[in-house]
Every structure is written in C-alpha cells, then in structure tokens.
C-alpha cells in the first residue's frame, strides 16, 4: 500500500508540473531502502492525493529555489506571479530540508539524515570526473556541477545509505 511506504520516506524528489525532466514525477526512498514513484500529472493519483498519504507535503510550496537558494547568476527564469519581493517561494515542512536542483526540480531530505547524505552524495572526486573543468571554473558554474550531478545521482546515493535495509551508520561511511 502507498501509505504504508510513504510513513518511512527519507528522501523525496519533486518535478513541478513545467519543469525540465519529468515533470510530475515524485520520487521516494525509504529508510529501508525502498524506492517509488508516481506521476501526479498522469491521472493515477492526485498530488491532493499524495498529500494526504504523505503528511510531508502538507504546507509545501514548489516555485522555483527557496528564499535562502536565490543565486543571481543561476540560468533560470523562475516566475513569482506577485513580483520579486513579494512572490512565493518554495517552501517544505518543518523536519525536512530542500534542496534546488534547478528548473523546476527540487531534493528534499529528512533532516536527520540530510547532512549525511550531502556529504556522500556531493563527492568531490567524482564530481571532478564527470565535470573535468570543474576546479578551473567559477564558483557559479561549480555550483551548477554539484547541482547537475546530485540531480543525475541521487538515487545511487540514497542505495548507498542503505545496507542491508539499515542506514549506514557514521563510521561506515568514513571507511
């Protein structure tokens, strides 16, 4: 059952109705290493569905990066109907914390386990690997390389929380 899943969730990945990608596609990993997801825009479930099924999303608002994720130079348009200053931003519930991944596309992590998963999911060796230019770049366009590759590499980051269906524990993860 979906609500059954959705009482475990860790991590959630959104795509707003128009953004690049998926649009529509939720994401879900449990804290047992379960993955799901739905589209919201294909007419199986509701995101007023999803919202009573996933408590979670009660009080969210998707619109482009959160107050505080405002860059200048980001490379993205984001419309906010009542002006710049007055505008809504993206916003998640208490307990949770986001993260833009750029157009439209938004990572939001339980925040007991969020630290964690940044520090794992934003390596910078690999990084480097898949962006060769990445130390020459400006601190903007290395902003954009995390972004890119913590969108392209989510998922394969929260399989490596999960051993044996247990959250990696501090230790294991500095091994």
């Not at 995390?146 to 044996?164: P, Q």
Request: glycine share 8%; net charge negative; proline share 3%.
């Amino acid at each position: 059952m979906i609500s059954d899943l959705l009482k475990n969730v860790v991590i959630y990945a959104i795509s707003e109705p128009g953004a690049m990608g998926n649009p529509g596609v939720m994401e879900f990993v449990t804290d047992k290493g379960e993955y799901m997801d739905v589209n919201f825009l294909d007419g199986l479930i509701t995101y007023e569905e999803l919202k009573e099924a996933f408590p979670a999303l009660q009080g969210c608002y998707w619109n482009g990066p959160t107050k505080e994720e405002i860059t200048s130079g980001m490379g993205e348009i984001v419309v906010y109907p009542e002006g710049f200053e007055n505008g809504r931003f993206t916003q998640v519930s208490a307990g949770w914390q986001h993260v833009y991944l750029g157009f439209g596309n938004h990572l939001v992590l339980r925040q007991d386990c969020a630290e964690r998963f940044l520090l794992l999911a934003l390596d910078e060796e690999a990084i480097r690997k898949e962006f060769p230019s990445y130390v020459e770049d400006s601190e903007q366009d290395r902003e954009d390389a995390r972004r890119t590759y913590l969108f392209e590499h989510w998922t394969e980051t929260a399989a490596k929380m999960f051993v044996k269906k247990e959250l990696i524990d501090e230790e294991k993860m500095d091994a």
